[in-house]
């Protein structure tokens, strides 16, 4: 499909337009487009074929040409005209938070900034303070945002990363020779949210074999290194995989070293010494006598503590818990009965409310929430209460027909920059289930707004509650404990919104909630059944955080549910 790239060349063309100071309706056009078209289910190509361009909202006579034309040329001639006459690097230096195309178009014309190396030198030497309208306040801002940008750039998304993993590993089970055990190690593993490369640990006889067929992937756009025991290459030209082979009577020690943390390595090196015993990667010795290395558990074993789940593996204290036999039974990804943060195309999801049904259930849960945005939120097609009433309806039906599954109405309400709701008590109190978020003004007060919605009794969850995007933004400049403290005063939940990106909670911060005694949704916030999957990332997150499944409101029953939310604790 076309859609990722012609959206992202509206995009483009928006930045330029915006960079040269167009008018704003003109940018706009374009960015509504771009938006629809990368939300678009169907193959844009198609629409083009059956002359339906004119379905996608915000795509007019003109822009369906310029779809026209590059399905056709492979190029949009606009783009490249635009192109010829802005800083090389411009998107590249768009793509730091908080430096727009008018600061990208001022820094250009006064200071030459082209790239991210012009900017970190602006930086440096004061010169970007120095410009009109440059405060200090600003000026600290696009230094932590390309200090961001700079850092995020060496590590993927686990979202990206673990679909390849699966992949890699499905196909060496199926073409690779005589394998046994077969795992990813390292931060993978550990479920980290992002990685720096990829490591993978193969039990077999036939190391040699094993590297051929790996370094043989059709994927591979360069082999770093192959030899009887170790392989490294480069996949896409995006994302290094290292593969080791390892014999049966070693794998259980190289995993548990493959898989780290450092960290946590060190501290358990550290214990070995002083029981007398020394462990690497080819298994656990007593006076250069092996006592152990075929199974992970046995290397914890002998050094006097259960075993550690990776998603803890960090040095943060499971050590010392595991040596207390403390290690708390962690979720697990059947835990989970519901999903409970769900969009319809009653506001920008994909499919309609039964076909989303149907994708949900199908993942095996026994219920699930839509919760469309409120009409806060029109960039998103929020829905008005006229909107909202009718999708209830919708949902009523369904559920009568329905066995064993069972749908919650609900919204994703938007707290508005005033701190009040985007729906009335009298709107909300219809619903089985209420989210609320922030979607603008990240910078009025996010904390003090958060803190008012959490007391309303119809509030459930905060959405993505930092508002963070790994790739891009920080997030909010929000006091996580403040909020924490709140959700726990008032019995409210907060959200690990299980979108790659977001993984909002962060691991530590839902440690934190979960520490205060706050009850955590995980949910996909899935605008398409292709974003169902991605619970793992939420459920792995949630484990980075210690959490048990009586931590977890997805882990209730409906009727579990209905006696935990406060409005209903209130009334008793
Ligand atoms: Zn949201
Ligand atoms: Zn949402």
Request: glycine fraction near 8%; charged fraction near 30%.
């Amino acid at each position: 499909m076309k859609n990722k790239q012609i959206a992202e060349i509206f995009d483009q063309i928006a930045d330029i337009l915006e960079f040269k100071g167009e008018l704003v309706f003109k940018i706009n056009a374009y960015r509504r487009a771009g938006r629809a078209i990368s939300e678009l289910a169907e193959d844009i190509e198609d629409l083009w074929r059956e002359g339906r361009l004119g379905e996608i909202s915000g795509v007019g006579k003109g822009l369906q040409e310029k779809i026209g034309e590059f399905l056709t040329t492979g190029q949009i001639a606009e783009l490249q005209e635009l192109a010829q006459h802005v800083p090389s690097g411009l998107f590249e230096l768009l793509s730091v938070q908080n430096f727009g195309p008018k600061t990208a178009a001022l820094a250009f014309k006064e200071l030459g900034v082209e790239t991210l190396t012009d900017l970190q030198r602006v930086l440096q030497d004061g010169s970007l303070a120095k410009l009109p309208g440059m405060g200090a306040k600003k000026v600290e801002n696009i230094r932590k945002g390309l200090e961001f940008r700079l850092s995020a750039e060496e590590r993927l998304s686990i979202g990206l990363v673990v679909p390849i993993v699966d992949e890699v590993v499905a196909y060496l089970k199926k073409v690779g020779p005589k394998i046994g055990r077969l795992s990813p190690a390292g931060s993978v593993r550990r479920g980290r949210e992002t990685v720096h490369d990829i490591d993978l640990l193969a039990e077999t006889d036939h190391g040699a074999d094993v590297i051929k067929a790996f370094t043989d992937m059709p994927e591979v756009t360069q082999i770093l290194g192959a030899g009887d025991t170790k392989g490294s290459v480069i996949l896409n030209d995006r994302v290094q995989i290292d593969i080791r082979a390892v014999p049966a009577e070693s794998f259980g020690a190289a995993l548990q070293y493959f898989t780290g943390s450092k960290d946590h390595n060190v501290h358990l090196r550290e214990i070995a010494k002083k029981l007398g015993y020394k462990i690497n990667e080819y298994g656990i010795f007593a006076n250069d006598k092996k006592i152990g290395g075929d199974q992970e558990e046995a290397i914890y074993e002998k050094l006097g503590m259960s075993w550690i789940p990776p998603e803890l593996r960090e040095d943060r204290g499971e050590i010392e818990a595991a040596q207390q036999g403390h290690i708390p039974q962690l979720l697990q990804q059947e835990d989970i009965l519901a999903d409970l943060h769900v969009h319809s195309v009653y506001s920008d999801g994909q499919l309609t409310v039964a076909e989303m049904a149907d994708a949900v259930r199908a993942r095996g849960y026994r219920y699930m929430a839509f919760c469309d945005h409120s009409r806060y939120a029109n960039y998103a097609n929020g829905m008005d209460e006229k909107r909202l009433l009718k999708q209830i309806q919708e949902i009523k039906a369904l559920n009568s027909k329905m066995k064993d599954f069972v749908i919650l109405t609900g919204c994703e309400v938007d707290i508005l920059p005033d701190g009040t709701l985007d729906f009335g008590d009298e709107m909300l109190a219809q619903l089985d289930f209420v989210i609320a978020s922030i979607h603008s003004g990240f910078k009025t007060n996010p904390t003090e707004r958060a803190i008012r919605a959490m007391q309303n009794p119809y509030v459930d969850v905060i959405g993505h509650p930092t508002g963070r995007l790994i790739s891009r933004r920080e997030g909010y400049d929000i006091d996580v404990n403040a909020i924490i403290q709140e959700a726990a005063k008032t019995g409210t939940a907060l959200e690990i919104n299980s979108y790659w990106d977001r993984l909002d909670l962060s691991d530590v911060n839902a440690k934190l909630a979960i520490d205060a005694g706050v009850k955590i949704s995980i949910n996909t916030d899935a605008h398409h059944p292709e974003h169902l999957p991605m619970m793992r990332y939420g459920v792995a997150t949630a484990r980075r955080g210690w959490a048990t499944k009586g931590d977890i409101i997805n882990t209730l029953t409906v009727d579990e549910l209905k006696k935990w939310q406060k409005r209903n604790r209130i009334r008793t």
